[in-house]
């Protein structure tokens, strides 16, 4: 059980008991599908964005969904202080977008990344299954991650069509969505 006591001020402290290893956990939800969304904000140094896999649906009435990110992510220190988030929902054709996202050191924002200026500035992507607009609504630190609640603000639907899940490692069209032929863009 979690120890649990007042630190001065009378704030509640919990500590929680040992865990497995983070390797463990990882090998055990390796075979768990996560949908892939690419998480997005505009920062005073230009558009800042991330592929994610953590975008969860919290609440239908009031709209609330969620996403976390390692406090230590470079995108982190970029974003977290912004009040509003775009999130991107991929297509089983967006692999290259979801991978150049998630790399280190690159413009990607640049060629051939292709987005437009949505509401409230938020930087959008285009040819998505859907976007969302959301503001900052609550933030908690869980062990060494950030977890952003957002109201959704605004919601545009794209073009009917499967999406992109990470699983094994890999970028997938999440099952019963069209083949794409190698993965690519449309």
């Keep these: 059980?979690?120890?649990?006591?007042?630190?001065?001020g009378g704030a509640l402290v919990t500590t929680a008991p040992p865990t497995v290893g983070a390797g463990e956990l990882r090998a055990a939800l390796r075979g768990h599908a996560s949908g892939v969304a690419v998480l997005t904000a505009a920062t005073p140094d230009g558009p800042a964005g991330v592929t994610i896999t953590?975008?969860?649906?919290?609440?239908?009435?009031?709209?609330?969904?969620?996403?976390?990110l390692a406090g230590t992510s470079s995108t982190w220190a970029r974003i977290k202080g912004c009040r509003r988030f775009g999130i991107q929902l991929l297509g089983a054709g967006q692999r290259e977008v979801a991978e150049r996202f998630a790399a280190r050191g690159v413009d990607r924002f640049a060629p051939p990344t292709r987005w437009h200026t949505g509401p409230h500035g938020v930087p959008?992507?285009?040819?998505?299954?859907?976007?969302?607009?959301?503001?900052?609504?609550?933030?908690?630190?869980?062990?060494?991650?950030?977890?952003?609640?957002?109201?959704?603000?605004?919601?545009?639907?794209?073009?009917?069509?499967?999406?992109?899940?990470?699983?094994?490692?890999?970028?997938?069209a999440a099952p019963g969505s069209p083949a794409v032929p190698g993965g690519r863009q449309g």
């Design 1 to 8: 059980a979690a120890d649990r006591r007042h630190a001065p």
């Design 54 to 68: 953590s975008f969860t649906s919290v609440s239908a009435e009031p709209a609330l969904v969620s996403f976390a």
């Design 124 to 172: 959008l992507l285009d040819d998505c299954v859907a976007w969302l607009v959301g503001a900052r609504h609550r933030q908690l630190t869980l062990g060494d991650h950030e977890l952003i609640v957002c109201v959704v603000e605004h919601v545009r639907i794209g073009a009917p069509g499967g999406g992109l899940v990470h699983l094994h490692g890999g970028l997938h």
